[in-house]
């Protein structure tokens, strides 16, 4: 189980995938940016009150079992997810290609990533709110 303040080995690798097993991913190494997402855009996607995620390099990440769907979400990105149970697995930038941002409850170990922080706190809903001493950015 991973923690706060421990370091993902360079050469460690995670697995996970969707709700019904369509598709499934490998992620390799240490993330560079983690955290719970309050933006519109993720409580819409995600139906959640907020998303959390890790953030890697592109070329940390693959896919070893099946094609994602593509839903462009705005004009910088898109969601990647399942056709089939309709899981949502990352966030891609459009203009940022070389990252993506994983949805952490979809690893086989969601612990291994935790969030840093809280981020795009003003889109925060009134009536939530978490009780943890992670840093908080607007």
């Known amino acids: 189980m991973g923690s706060q303040t421990e370091i993902v080995a360079s050469?460690?690798?995670?697995?996970?995938?969707?709700?019904?097993?369509?598709?499934?991913?490998?992620?390799?190494g240490p993330d560079y940016d983690s955290g719970m997402c309050h933006c519109r855009i993720c409580q819409?996607?995600?139906?959640?009150?907020?998303?959390?995620?890790?953030?890697f390099h592109a070329d940390q990440f693959?896919?070893?079992?099946?094609?994602?769907?593509?839903?462009?979400?705005?004009?910088?990105?898109?969601?990647?997810f399942c056709a089939d149970c309709g899981s949502q697995l990352l966030y891609r930038g459009r203009q940022a290609p070389y990252d993506v941002a994983l949805n952490t409850p979809t690893l086989d170990?969601?612990?291994a990533?935790?969030?840093?922080?809280?981020?795009?706190?003003?889109?925060?809903?009134?009536?939530?709110?978490?009780?943890?001493?992670?840093?908080?950015?607007e």
């Not at 050469?11 to 390799?28: F, H, I, K, M």
């Not at 819409?44 to 953030?55: D, E, I, K, V």
Request: net charge positive; charged share 25%.
């Open 11 to 28: 050469n460690q690798s995670y697995e996970g995938g969707c709700d019904c097993g369509a598709l499934r991913y490998r992620v390799t």
């Open 44 to 55: 819409r996607t995600s139906g959640a009150p907020a998303q959390a995620f890790a953030r």
């Open 62 to 80: 693959s896919y070893t079992k099946g094609k994602p769907a593509i839903y462009f979400s705005s004009e910088h990105g898109q969601r990647e």
């Open 109 to 111: 170990d969601p612990e």
């Open 113 to 137: 990533y935790p969030p840093r922080a809280h981020v795009w706190r003003r889109s925060r809903l009134s009536w939530f709110e978490t009780t943890d001493m992670l840093p908080r950015k």
